[in-house]
């Protein structure tokens, strides 16, 4: 038996939280961008083969099927779908740690 294969996928409302926080990030410079985009993108190609890296979320003391993985000042919100084949880590949100979490919506 082989290893299980890993895909990393992206929900519509994360690549777009992506995309404001490089945009956001570009106000201040490409180079400022550019790091935005590196350190996020760089955190999340680790869950190929660390699917479980992140922290378990917990919502109102009660655990979650979620995990937070920390990426600079940004915080990459993720589940974890465990298949026979493929195991399916799914990035929910791209928030950024100055953002009110009482307003994280996860799906």
Known sequence: MGDLRVEVLWTERAARDLGRAIGFAEERGQRAADRVARQVLERVDLLASQPELGSPVELDAEPTLYR?????????????????EVTEVIVV????????PATLVLE
């Open 93 to 100: 949100r791209v928030w950024h740690s100055s953002r009110d």
């Open 68 to 84: 937070r993985l920390v990426a600079g000042p940004y915080s990459v919100y993720y589940r974890v779908a465990r298949g026979v």
